[in-house]
């Protein structure tokens, strides 16, 4: 088997693989070396330590400091850019003569540099960061948040019609993909559904004792769908009610503590997750940001029985046959009291499994390796 060299620029260290975009990043580094890709891993660094699980994958691994505050600001560049700049991730990267895959637009910082002009350059679309962006600023009611958020969405929406040195984009949204095929026609565009850890279906037929939301809980976009099922949904209903998740704040602990039918689990490690959610009778998770494709979905639809999302949560996917859609509290409400009994059998168990390999498997690996095979022989 030929081998295929491949620079990654990683926007965190993907290990501890525990939140949607570093998700995607470990267990495609992961397939990839499995498959025989030779990988160069450059990882921008910030409250996440240096992992030796990723020596087991890659070739290299080097961590760069992200260079965070005032200092990080590049006039007419968005933050998340110019944070991550690094003269000895240039130096590294035309010292090694191999394709560049950029995680996200924001490690895209060398995209343009004349000195990789004859590398291929491929940007794994994350997001369309500026409409991601633009919605955290309707979002915050903090004066310095909304300023921000407002000038990162500017910058971000040049900075993503900027991007005619990259040779390809692979999105891992449907909707992304067809945005960037329409921005950027001559370059190769292709949707490759996010790499995660499920290669197999774990859920268990029968019945649940509970409802389950999850998600990192200091984070503005699961903060507000928390906060709206326990103040519109869980709070007009009975049954038994988990929120389960990363660094709850004073609202969601005030608003579970009024609750008798509720339990707040804070900062459960993976296992515990995974239990969580296997043995949830019905995982719910309302988002109301559409934005990319979000991986705690996907680990629900593996392990979990019913799950009841709104149509945000289902942007740019292909899962509508195999979720359950409430748009309104009073939907959700209806529909946690249709399911909440139903037990999940062993037909719906094997329905799910069709409907989730026939795109979401990890199995993209070979693609592409096989993409990249092509490239290194030109």
């Known amino acids: 088997m030929r081998l295929i060299k491949l620079h990654i620029i990683a926007f965190d260290v993907p290990f501890p693989p525990d939140y949607g975009g570093v998700i995607d990043i470990f267990y495609k580094i992961k397939s990839l070396a499995i498959s025989g890709c030779e990988i160069y891993l ?32 590049k006039l007419g560049q968005p933050y998340i850019v110019s944070s991550r700049k690094n003269n000895l991730l240039l130096q590294r990267l035309l010292s090694i003569d191999c394709p560049i895959l950029f995680e996200g637009v924001h490690t895209t910082f060398y995209l343009n540099h004349p000195e990789l002009r004859n590398r291929f350059k491929i940007i794994r679309i994350h997001n369309l ?17 909304k300023l921000f958020f407002i000038r990162e969405s500017i910058v971000l929406k040049k900075a993503e019609h900027n991007l005619y040195n990259a040779n390809a984009f692979w999105a ?32 268990i037929p029968g019945i649940g004792s509970y409802c389950l939301y999850h998600g990192n809980l200091s984070h503005p976009e699961n903060k507000e769908a928390a906060l709206f099922l326990l103040r519109n949904v869980f709070n007009k209903i009975n049954t038994p009610i988990i929120i389960a998740g990363k660094n709850p704040g004073s609202e969601i602990i005030n608003a579970c503590n009024k609750l008798t039918n509720c339990n707040l689990i804070a900062n459960p490690d993976a296992d515990k997750m995974n239990y969580l959610i296997i043995n949830a009778q019905i995982n719910i998770l309302p988002t109301f940001q559409k934005s990319g ?86």
């Not at 699980?53 to 070739?59: A, D, H, T, V």
């Not at 409409?131 to 310095?144: A, M, P, S």
């Not at 949204?173 to 370059?187: C, G, I, M, V």
């Not at 709104?310 to 509508?320: A, D, F």
Request: net charge positive; charged share 25%.
């Open 172 to 203: 891992l949204s449907l909707k992304d993909h067809e945005y960037f095929k329409r921005l950027y026609p001559k370059a190769q565009n292709m949707f490759i559904p996010p790499f995660h850890n499920n290669n197999q279906i774990s859920i």
């Open 293 to 378: 494709m979000k991986l705690k979905l996907l680990n629900a639809l593996f392990a979990g029985r019913h799950i009841i999302v709104n149509e945000n949560m289902l942007y740019g996917t292909t899962l509508h046959s195999i979720c359950k859609i409430a748009n309104t509290a009073a939907d959700f409400i209806d529909t946690i009291y249709e399911l909440f009994n139903k037990p999940f059998l062993n037909n719906d168990i094997l329905f799910r499994e069709k409907e989730l390999f026939a795109y979401f498997n990890n199995t993209n690996a070979d693609k592409i390796r096989s993409l990249l095979s092509v490239i290194n022989t030109k």
């Open 42 to 73: 450059h990882c921008f660094q910030y409250g996440r330590d240096e992992s030796l699980e990723l020596n087991k994958y890659c070739k290299e691994v080097w961590y760069y400091p992200r260079i965070t505050g005032y200092t990080g600001f």
């Open 129 to 145: 960061e500026y409409d991601y962006y633009k919605q955290l600023y309707y979002k915050t009611n903090k004066l310095i948040e």
